[in-house]
Every structure is written in structure tokens, then in C-alpha cells.
């Protein structure tokens, strides 16, 4: 069994709570999820479906999610960044590939930071 919860985040209150088997994947909760705009999604990398992501983006939402390693991307711009406080870098990019383009037209914005204990990129 698995328990999908969305957390409103001003009280820290569940406003989706999800009962599935274990045979469920967790990226199929997200056509479950009640749009509620503005909304901040923050997801793990099991949730990455870009047609799924890009659907929240059309409605309004946000989402930040972990990128994989095998994802493919134009890098469109390159923002400054601060070092001392962590960020490795500040991009807006295109995903390129072989289904992406259809699933999500628009750019994305893409930063990596330095995790504090880990001392290792940790690329959204």
C-alpha cells in the first residue's frame, strides 16, 4: 500500500490524500492531484513525466523536481550565479530528445546547488 498526501503548505494540513496497492506508480497520482493555482509542486525524480509536469505548468502551477542523470537539454541562457552560497549554476533550457519536444514546448528553468553535507551537485 502506498499513501499519497498533498500538504497545504500555510497550515501543514493535507488537502489529497491517496490510498493505492503497491502496483501503482506514483507518477499516475498526478492526474489524481486537485489543481489548485497558485500551487508549488516539489516532486522526486519517479514523478518526472514531462507531458504530466507540463500539464500543471498550462494550468498555472509550479514544480520543482530532481533532474535524472540520462536527461538531455539546449541551454538557452546562463544566469550569474552566487558560489558562495551554493549555486553551481542558474540555466533556462529546452529539453531535447526523442518524445520531450511534443510533451513540453515551453523552456524550463534548470539551477544546481552544492548539497550542504554531501558536498555533491544536486541538479533541479
Known amino acids: 500500500m502506498k499513501l499519497h498526501t498533498l500538504l497545504d503548505l500555510r497550515g501543514n494540513i493535507p488537502t489529497f490524500i491517496h490510498i493505492s496497492d503497491g502496483k501503482v506508480h506514483d507518477v499516475n497520482v498526478l492526474d489524481l492531484l486537485p489543481l489548485e493555482v497558485p500551487a508549488l509542486f516539489a516532486t522526486d525524480r519517479r514523478y518526472l513525466d514531462f507531458s504530466r509536469l507540463y500539464t500543471l505548468h498550462q494550468a498555472g502551477a509550479f514544480f520543482?523536481?530532481?533532474?535524472?542523470?540520462?536527461?538531455?537539454?539546449?541551454?538557452?541562457?546562463?544566469?550569474?550565479?552566487?558560489?558562495?552560497?551554493?549555486?553551481?549554476?542558474?540555466?533556462?533550457?529546452?529539453?531535447?530528445?526523442?518524445?520531450?519536444?511534443?510533451?513540453?514546448?515551453?523552456?524550463?528553468?534548470?539551477?544546481?546547488?552544492?548539497?550542504p553535507i554531501l558536498a555533491k551537485p544536486w541538479c533541479f
Open 64 to 115: 520543482v523536481t530532481r533532474a535524472k542523470r540520462n536527461m538531455k537539454a539546449h541551454r538557452l541562457y546562463s544566469a550569474p550565479t552566487d558560489r558562495v552560497a551554493g549555486v553551481i549554476r542558474d540555466q533556462l533550457l529546452r529539453w531535447t530528445g526523442t518524445t520531450v519536444p511534443t510533451a513540453t514546448p515551453s523552456c524550463c528553468d534548470a539551477s544546481a546547488s552544492k548539497h
